[in-house]
């Protein structure tokens, strides 16, 4: 958080000096009295001076673009979850190209093509819970970049520019890419501030006011005891109190943006949930039974 805020005000300090004289100088021209070239600027700059917070907001434009709605913030994440199945394509077959430059995650297939498999659900890459099992992989988490790279940047690693096995620019469309960025740009949190990660118990969670969420918005799918939709088999039964035990990262990434290709399940940030509405309803659904 602290080196993007630096790295935004030193762009910003930068970018003001050279937008503040522009900014004055074109609202002169445009609301400056038409007189002698020369007198112009100075008459409209004091008449129209734009506010601080203008000029802000000018500033974060120029350097990171609009910000993004949360909708497509959440529809970014569910592509980071599995974009094939968020985009409505088929899966893609053999293994993703950069998959050979590991050898310690043996999963095969549409898989090896899910940006969370190789950055991790809490984005820490090899730096966060997959740092060790068998997800683990080596390769570096996302949060770093999310954190200190534009959305510009963001995109064009996106579309291959630090190596070209990286480039999905050729499986998803524009309005994807953007919104992966935007993901990346605006959605990611520290989990390590929310999960303990020896216990994946969410931090300062009350799973009492988790509860009353759940039962109003989640229950009617789930049921009252996570147990109505089986995300395994019948024989190797997976519930929602299953999952929310065994990973709590990918449970919070899911409760906040949603299920990729199920518009049907809501994302708490599309409700106007805060995060903390969201660990809530994480640390009821862990008291949920597993089998
Ligand atoms: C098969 C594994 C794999 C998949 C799938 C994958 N990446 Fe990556 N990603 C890497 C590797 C390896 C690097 C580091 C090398 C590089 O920059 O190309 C990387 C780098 C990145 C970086 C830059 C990290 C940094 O600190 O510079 C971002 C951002 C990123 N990936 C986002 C994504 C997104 C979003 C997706 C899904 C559309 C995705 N990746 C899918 C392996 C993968
Ligand atoms: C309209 C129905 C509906 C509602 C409401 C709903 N879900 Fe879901 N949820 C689903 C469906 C369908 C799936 C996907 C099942 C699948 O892919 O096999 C799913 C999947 C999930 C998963 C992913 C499990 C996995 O391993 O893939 C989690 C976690 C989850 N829901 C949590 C919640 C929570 C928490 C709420 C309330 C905030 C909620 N859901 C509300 C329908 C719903």
Redesign the pocket.
Known sequence: MKSKGNLRLILGVTLLMVLLPLTLVSCAGEQGPAGPAGATGAQGAAGAAPSEAQLLNLVTQVVQGPKASAADIAH?AR??DK?SKEAGIADPTG?????A??TTNTRTGAD????????GWDYK?KGGAYSKGSHY?G????????M??SKAQ?LT??K????Y??D?SKV?DAKA?AD??A??SEGLINDVQYIDYATKKPIAADAVRGKTRYDSTCAACHGADGKQINFGSATAPEYLGTVAADNPWETLHKIRFGQPGTAAMPSATSLGWSLQDALDVLAHAQTLPQK
Do not use: P
Not at 160 to 163: H, P
């Open positions: 970014g592509l980071y974009w293994n993703q190209a950069l998959w430059l590991q090896t093509f899910r940006c969370k498999e190789c950055h890459g992989t390769f570096v988490g996302v949060y770093d970049a999310g200190t790279k963001l690693i996106l291959g520019s630090t190596d096995r990286h999905f998803l890419q992966l960025a993901f990346l």
